[in-house]
């Protein structure tokens, strides 16, 4: 039988596995202990409900295949090494091992209960403080202040941007910075653009340790913790040597129109590790999933890999909180941007929470009550 080796498995990664468990020897390796949902990572900072939910267990994903818990440490071909288990050979192996970026967007803690414990740190640490200071205002900072501001309304909350405007850098149209702004600034977000930090402050993120720092403009912010909400890099720091020709400054590795990996034959991409031109979203990654599975397939069945992957007109949702935000989204190929009511229906509800757990197996998850 035909095996496939996934490395990671994010929201890309439980998708390439799910589809190809009938057809194939499968094994998705995973260092963490459970799935973390983390599109709901940023509002489990604040609602303890939501922290309990963010961690779903792999035990039901896979009927066929398994899950192997360890990390990579290397690939030679289409074998990886993994500590715990030695090399695992396999005859196609899929890359999807997503971004690295800083808490609370992402956890990158092997063991669950370690991050839950670093969660509940930094709920209390909001708890006790007043002012608030949000380093970067991409789309995960904004969502963070929308988190912030929504279940503590008396925190002072202050966004830096270096780019000349929030969401610098995306192609999004200029109604949806505006419908942004606009709901910010009614919830008092300070929104500074044009600036930076001129050095980081002397705490570590989502600790309570009251500080001032200076700002690259010269400007002094006072809080009493802070966040980063930037410096996101993809996670292919294992691949070798051999691999460096392929790979951008970012970590992104060339892929195909198929997810082939450029010069690595039976290698896949998917996810945050290909440079596909878009934003990078869990909806891309179930996107490129079945493109790779379905090529898969075809190649176990004797044809050959078909499916190619082209990137949609940038989209994006971005709630402030479980009742706020605004979306970009295309109707009828036109991209337009839609309001609070909207967005919450499509992600400020539920946060990916029923997805996944119909993916991992589990049976349907009660959403949590908005609170803290």
Same mark, same amino acid.
């Given at each position: 039988?035909?095996?496939?080796?996934?490395?990671?498995?994010?929201?890309? /990664?439980?998708?390439?596995?799910?589809?190809?468990?009938? @057809?194939?020897? =499968?094994?998705?390796?995973?260092?963490?202990?459970?799935?973390?949902?983390?599109?709901?990572?940023?509002?489990?900072?604040?609602? +303890?409900? %939501?922290?309990?939910?963010?961690?779903?267990?792999?035990?039901?994903? #896979?009927? $066929? /295949?398994?899950?192997?818990?360890?990390?990579?440490?290397?690939?030679?071909?289409?074998?990886?090494?993994?500590?715990?288990?030695?090399? &695992?050979?396999?005859?196609?192996?899929?890359?999807?091992?997503?971004?690295?970026? !800083?808490?609370?967007?992402?956890?990158?803690?092997?063991?669950?209960?370690?991050?839950?414990?670093?969660?509940?740190?930094?709920?209390?640490? &909001?708890?006790? *403080?007043?002012? =608030?200071?949000?380093? /970067?205002?991409?789309?995960?900072?904004?969502?963070?202040?929308?988190?912030?501001?929504?279940?503590?309304?008396?925190? @002072?909350?202050?966004? &830096?941007?270096?780019?000349?405007?929030?969401?610098?850098?995306?192609?999004?149209?200029?109604?949806? $910075?505006?419908?942004?702004?606009?709901?910010?600034?009614? +919830?008092? =977000?300070?929104?500074?653009?044009?600036?930076?930090?001129? *050095?980081?402050?002397?705490?570590?993120?989502?600790? &309570? *340790? !009251?500080?001032?720092?200076?700002?690259?403009?010269?400007?002094?912010?006072? @809080?009493?913790? %802070?966040?980063?909400?930037?410096?996101?890099?993809?996670?292919?720091?294992?691949?070798?040597?051999?691999?460096?020709?392929?790979?951008?400054?970012?970590?992104?590795?060339?892929?195909?129109?198929?997810?082939?990996?450029?010069?690595?034959?039976?290698? %896949?991409?998917?996810?945050?590790?290909?440079?596909?031109?878009?934003?990078?979203?869990?909806?891309?990654?179930?996107?490129?999933?079945?493109?790779?599975?379905?090529?898969?397939?075809?190649?176990?069945?004797?044809?050959?890999?078909?499916?190619?992957?082209?990137?949609?007109?940038?989209?994006? =949702?971005?709630? #402030?909180?479980?009742?706020?935000?605004?979306?970009?989204?295309? $109707?009828?190929?036109? $991209?337009?941007?839609?309001?609070?009511?909207?967005?919450?229906?499509?992600?400020?509800?539920?946060?990916?929470?029923?997805?996944?757990?119909?993916?991992? /197996?589990?049976?349907?998850? +009660?959403?949590?009550?908005?609170?803290?």
């Amino acid at each position: 039988m035909t095996r496939v080796t996934i490395i990671g498995g994010g929201y890309g /990664g439980i998708a390439v596995a799910k589809a190809l468990d009938d @057809a194939c020897e =499968v094994a998705l390796v995973e260092q963490k202990d459970t799935f973390v949902n983390h599109a709901a990572a940023l509002r489990a900072t604040v609602d +303890r409900e %939501w922290a309990e939910r963010l961690f779903l267990p792999y035990d039901a994903l #896979l009927k $066929r /295949g398994r899950v192997v818990h360890g990390t990579a440490l290397g690939v030679g071909g289409t074998t990886v090494s993994v500590t715990g288990h030695g090399d &695992l050979e396999a005859d196609h192996l899929v890359l999807a091992t997503g971004t690295a970026y !800083p808490f609370p967007a992402k956890h990158l803690e092997s063991s669950s209960v370690i991050a839950k414990a670093r969660i509940e740190r930094a709920h209390v640490n &909001l708890e006790h *403080s007043e002012q =608030v200071l949000i380093a /970067g205002a991409g789309e995960v900072g904004i969502e963070l202040a929308g988190e912030i501001t929504s279940a503590f309304p008396t925190i @002072a909350v202050t966004l &830096l941007e270096s780019g000349p405007d929030i969401l610098h850098g995306r192609d999004y149209k200029p109604e949806l $910075r505006e419908a942004i702004r606009f709901q910010l600034l009614q +919830r008092d =977000v300070e929104i500074i653009t044009g600036d930076a930090l001129a *050095s980081l402050p002397p705490v570590d993120p989502g600790v &309570l *340790s !009251p500080f001032r720092v200076m700002t690259a403009a010269g400007r002094q912010l006072e @809080a009493d913790l %802070w966040f980063r909400a930037y410096g996101a890099s993809a996670a292919t720091g294992f691949l070798g040597e051999d691999y460096d020709e392929i790979r951008h400054h970012d970590g992104t590795i060339r892929v195909d129109d198929h997810l082939r990996v450029v010069d690595h034959p039976g290698v %896949w991409a998917i996810g945050d590790v290909t440079d596909v031109r878009e934003t990078k979203r869990a909806d891309a990654a179930l996107a490129h999933a079945g493109v790779v599975a379905a090529n898969i397939r075809s190649l176990i069945e004797g044809g050959s890999p078909e499916a190619t992957y082209t990137p949609k007109p940038e989209h994006v =949702v971005l709630p #402030l909180g479980p009742d706020g935000g605004a979306a970009q989204v295309l $109707r009828d190929g036109v $991209r337009v941007v839609v309001g609070p009511e909207e967005t919450a229906r499509m992600k400020g509800e539920d946060l990916f929470l029923g997805y996944v757990a119909k993916a991992l /197996g589990r049976p349907p998850v +009660r959403r949590p009550r908005p609170g803290r």
